[in-house]
């Protein structure tokens, strides 16, 4: 079975440039997450979904961050405009449902961001 | 004061020793309790659930104590292969992780 599926795996940009990361989730999983991984802050949580609607957002850093999920196979992380400080590894993770041994998370190979 | 909290290491331990991580939570609230593991540029794995009749998968046991707030794992007769970040995690549906702690075995 295919895992959390990322896209770009590598990303370098220029500040001020849009940013756009993609995510495919576990199919059949309803929960969807994005975090941020830098060696200053850990890993990060930003916003989750449950069933394509966010559920809080209150990790979100700032205005310059959005985060969508169209549909249950298809989320985007987006960035505009970036800054250096946003340099970081951002992890996608999906989960299948809420309680128990079901609250295991599986995780994308995460995108790596470079902003100069 | 962050959510989860855990020891900062690094940990550097022989092949053999046993080696013991904790964790503190502040969400009195929370129902889900894990131990993952992140090996260096890759992604967070699960190592094991936590319960809180404490659980052994092997030479790893987990236990829990919600009066406290505290988990723990502990790692017996540590293999180079156990050389990885360890990241404790907390939560329901907002899974919050921990900064980890960094485990070094050597021969």
């Known amino acids: 079975d295919a895992g959390v599926i990322q896209s770009p795996r590598h990303e370098v940009t220029e500040m001020g440039q849009e940013v756009t990361l993609r995510c495919k989730p576990i199919s059949g999983h309803d929960y969807l997450f994005w975090y941020r991984q830098t060696m200053m802050r850990g890993l990060e949580l930003l916003i989750y979904?449950?069933?394509?609607?966010?559920?809080?957002d209150s990790g979100m850093p700032e205005d310059r961050f959005s985060a969508k999920m169209p549909n249950a196979s298809f989320s985007t992380l987006k960035i505009q405009p970036s800054e250096p400080r946003d340099s970081a590894v951002y992890f996608c993770a999906s989960k299948r449902a809420s309680g128990g041994r079901f609250n295991e998370q599986f995780f994308g190979p995460g995108t790596r961001l470079t902003v100069l | 004061r962050k959510e989860v909290e855990q020891d900062p290491g690094p940990f550097n331990v022989p092949e053999g020793a046993t080696v013991a991580f904790n964790c503190t939570y502040s969400?009195?609230?929370?129902?889900?309790f894990f131990w993952y593991r992140q090996d260096c540029r890759k992604e967070p794995k699960l190592l094991m659930s936590v319960y809180s009749s404490g659980n052994e998968d092997g030479r790893f046991t987990a236990q829990l104590n919600r009066a406290s707030q505290y988990i723990s794992l502990l790692i017996r007769d540590s293999k180079l292969s156990d050389s990885a970040t360890y990241l404790c995690v907390v939560g329901h549906n907002d899974m919050r992780f921990g900064a980890g702690t960094r485990l070094t075995v050597k021969p």
């Open positions: 969400n009195s609230a929370s129902q889900s």
């Open positions: 979904f449950n069933n394509n609607v966010p559920i809080d």
